[in-house]
């Protein structure tokens, strides 16, 4: 199966959709992004608005970089999916494509303490990073 976003003129995912391997193979046999980029628009003909288009990408991430989400973005110059900024502090990483918080996460958490559900959680007021609770483990 191979999944295809619907990305808007402004370069926003819209919407992703899955296609069977077999509507999509070339003469080879391979998977092609073209051809499933015809077949798309070839099936939902008059559905969408004529600047969309239909970009490949992968749960994996192996392709165009994550696996993206609706609201996300496609940036042409990395050829990859970014996802949108968390905060307005965190910075974008050119080298890593990923938002950078302006104070690394600390690493003072042992293994038990995620295990137990205790996870960092960023507070953009305060700029720092917090310990937060996220769940209560079921009891042995």
């Not at 046999?29 to 073209?34: I, K, T, Y």
């Not at 004529?50 to 496609?74: A, N, Q, V």
């Not at 900024?85 to 080298?95: A, D, G, R, V």
């Not at 958490?109 to 079921?138: A, C, S, V």
Request: include cysteine; proline fraction near 6%; hydrophobic fraction near 35%.
């Amino acid at each position: 199966m191979a999944s295809f976003a619907r990305v808007s003129d402004i370069n926003e995912v819209m919407e992703i959709l899955v296609v069977d391997d077999n509507e999509i193979l070339d003469a080879d046999g391979n998977v092609s992004e073209e051809i499933g980029q015809q077949f798309l628009s070839a099936v939902l003909e008059g559905r969408y608005e004529d600047s969309d288009r239909w970009l490949m990408c992968c749960c994996e991430g192996g392709i165009r970089h994550k696996y993206p989400g609706i609201g996300w973005h496609y940036n042409e110059h990395y050829d990859a999916f970014i996802e949108p900024q968390p905060y307005k502090s965190w910075t974008f990483n050119e080298e890593t494509l990923e938002w950078d918080p302006p104070v690394p996460v600390p690493t003072t958490l042992t293994e038990q303490d995620m295990l137990d559900g205790y996870m960092y959680k960023w507070n953009e007021y305060e700029q720092i990073w917090e310990i937060k609770r996220w769940f209560t483990p079921p009891a042995e």
